[in-house]
């Protein structure tokens, strides 16, 4: 006999989470299980952390990508509410359902330990007119920033008010599901489930596995982008007059060579630069903590150029696993590169980077990102470095680092109707899983959508 359910969830991250959240917010009586690969909140910890390696050790699952909270709980705790980027939620929902969604999460975040965060904004900005001048476009948006620290605590308080309403299970990864008549049978390495109606909300380190059952149930996907880049990281003093204003500035260029898009994504002052394996496949990020006295005296935000890509290619993730497979050939894991040395078209060796005014926040290997990165994505960085310098003098200098490479995978997007369900009836897909999100924000906000339409249908 298998354990039964009326609702079972795939995956502890944001969508996971808040879906859960507003299932037994809305309704106590569902009998709601959630499974995680990863681990439990508290049991999260990267081992090499603090260690002097400077390669991922590839554990089975990622602690960094994995476990309660997903990829985000360890990755700054940013939530943007927008409709201007991090998903296409507003195109399933309508633009003012989204940003309803968005400042209702907002809401519980503050309420569970978030409301000590200053909520940012771009609107009025002088900085809007001083980018427009350098063809730089900065995107409205309005952002809470937790922190990393600030981030792990709110996720226990929606955990502890969780713990008591439904079942969890870590360590327990999915391996198949199967639809039968009117009911979802999930199985796992543990065990086997039965439950009327399935979430899945995998994130993005579950893109090959929600491909391979979206194509054994005849769900269809469609090919999305994937985006390349480097993480820059400079003094804090370079974008301090902007970091202070806006704390995330999102701003897109259209090179001049190539008329490619350019934007700088996740910037985080006085931060950190940390690795995450993706797939076995190990890229850089960055973060940083709410509280002062874990601040460094560097800030650091990627830039990414994004690829979409015509037929007969398909597999744009295996495109940017590709270029990252590269990277780790090189150096073991992430490399890093003087900006100076990259124009002078020679490589970083410990030497030159033990010289460098920008002390390095991730150990690192020294390299040649012109050996890694295609020309093209090189050029429109190199580019878009130049452009920043206008609006942040120092952008530019010869020791700003850039790491590599960073590689933000978008999975396949899948076809789902205004409720976030697919043509298997009582199948949801949601968050970044799904392709339709690319942003905390949205992927929690797809997670009080689902689990009040759940909730509705359970009364």
């Keep these: 006999m298998y354990k039964k359910y009326d ?164 360590n327990n990864e999915v391996s198949d599901i199967n639809k039968t008549d009117d009911k979802f049978i999930v199985n796992t390495k543990n065990d086997t489930y039965e439950a009327k109606d399935l979430v899945v909300a995998t994130g993005r380190s579950g893109s090959k596995w929600i491909s391979k059952i979206c194509s054994k149930l005849g769900i269809k996907t469609e090919s999305n982008r994937v985006d390349i880049g480097v993480r820059v ?97 090189l150096g073991g894991g992430v490399l890093v590169q003087r900006f100076g040395d990259l124009v002078k078209g020679r490589r970083t060796n410990e030497d030159r980077l033990s010289k460098s005014f920008t002390r390095p926040t991730l150990n690192a290997t020294p390299g040649d990102l012109s050996l890694v990165l295609p020309k093209r994505q090189l050029d429109d960085i190199i580019e878009m470095i130049y452009a920043l310098d206008k609006i942040a003098p120092g952008t530019a200098n010869e020791d700003t680092l850039l790491y590599g490479v960073e590689v933000k995978f978008y999975n396949s997007k899948v076809e789902v109707d205004n409720n976030l369900e697919t043509q298997v009836k009582g199948l949801y897909v949601l968050g970044d899983g799904s392709g339709v999100t690319h942003s905390l924000s949205q992927a929690s906000a797809s997670g009080v959508y689902v689990g009040r339409i759940l909730a509705e249908k359970y009364s």
């Design 233 to 329: 990281e400079l003094p804090a003093d370079v974008f301090e007059h902007i970091t202070k204003e806006v704390y995330e500035s999102k701003i897109v260029y259209r090179t001049k060579k190539y008329s490619d898009f350019v934007r700088t994504f996740c910037m985080n002052p006085h931060g950190e630069v940390v690795s995450e394996n993706t797939n076995g496949i190990v890229t850089v990020n960055g973060h940083s903590y709410s509280n002062p006295e874990l601040h460094t005296d560097n800030t650091n935000f990627a830039l990414l150029v994004s690829n979409h890509f015509t037929e007969p290619f398909k597999d744009s993730n295996e495109y940017g696993e590709s270029i990252a497979r590269l990277s780790n050939m």
């Design 7 to 170: 609702v079972i969830i795939i995956g502890a991250g944001a969508s996971g989470i808040f879906t859960a959240y507003e299932l037994v917010r809305k309704n106590t009586n569902i009998n709601i299980l959630m499974l995680e690969k990863g681990n439990s909140l508290n049991k999260r910890k990267c081992p090499i952390d603090g260690e002097k390696i400077k390669s991922c050790i590839n554990c089975k699952v990622c602690s960094i990508m994995n476990g309660y909270g997903g990829a985000g709980s360890l990755s700054d705790g940013k939530y943007n509410i927008t409709n201007n980027f991090g998903g296409d939620l507003y195109k399933y929902v309508g633009r003012d359902k989204a940003l309803e969604l968005m400042y209702y999460v907002d809401e519980v975040l503050c309420k569970m330990g978030g409301a000590d965060a200053k909520l940012y904004s771009t609107a009025n900005s002088d900085l809007r007119s001083k980018a427009l001048q350098y063809d730089l476009h900065l995107l409205d948006a309005k952002v809470r920033h937790l922190g990393t620290d600030r981030n792990l605590v709110i996720l226990q308080n929606i955990y502890d008010y969780l713990s008591d309403k439904i079942d969890m299970i870590f």
